[in-house]
């Protein structure tokens, strides 16, 4: 294991290591950039090749983690150096605040993948919208399917919480489920 080129900012922990920088380093710690650094000291990068690509990773304490950008890239190659598959972590739970914390099938003909799950502190969750949104094509944007979840149990106060057969012909899909705190109600 390369230390220094798998933890690029070690000289960052050897300087706040020092037995003089303890107030330096509880002052510097409030300041974002200084936090930042130190996770980023902390973390560690590996590169795993595989017979259908590469994946890399990013953790901390063992435990995937990354503060920007997905934690977990899978299926890198040739034809997709940006990798087929993105999973968000933090603190080793699928969780991203800006976006979708799974992306699957990403392609050059799908640059958004086919597939995306939304989640927050390791449970499927969206405020707004669907957490599960499959079949997501060119032709079909929105996607085939819809799946609402709440805190990780299907849930939607406003209608179905499953949606099915989505399509530009039928845009509110022809199959509905209705769910309230995880239990299939009637619909309302």
């Not at 706040?16 to 509880?26: E, G, Q, S, T, V």
């Not at 017979?51 to 983690?65: E, L, P, R, Y």
């Not at 087929?84 to 958004?112: C, F, K, R």
């Amino acid at each position: 294991m390369n230390t220094l080129g798998d933890r690029p900012n070690l000289l960052f922990l050897v300087w706040i290591r020092n037995k003089h920088a303890l107030f330096l380093l509880n002052h510097k710690l409030n300041k974002q950039l200084y936090y930042r650094k130190l996770i980023i000291a902390l973390t560690t990068k590996q590169t795993i090749n595989l017979s259908d690509g590469v994946f890399i990773t990013w953790k901390i304490n063992g435990k995937n983690h990354r503060d920007v950008g997905p934690a977990w890239i899978e299926g890198i190659s040739n034809e997709n150096p940006n990798g087929t598959e993105h999973y968000y972590y933090q603190h080793g739970e699928l969780h991203h605040d800006d976006g979708p914390a799974i992306i699957q099938g990403i392609s050059n003909e799908n640059p958004n993948g086919i597939y995306h799950a939304y989640h927050k502190q390791g449970k499927r969750h969206r405020d707004n919208g669907p957490s599960i949104i499959t079949g997501i094509s060119n032709e079909n944007p929105n996607g085939g399917e819809h799946i609402y979840y709440q805190h990780g149990k299907r849930h939607r106060d406003d209608g179905p919480a499953w949606i099915g057969g989505i399509s530009k012909e039928n845009p509110n899909g022809i199959y509905h489920k209705y769910y309230l705190n995880g239990v299939n109600v009637e619909p309302f």
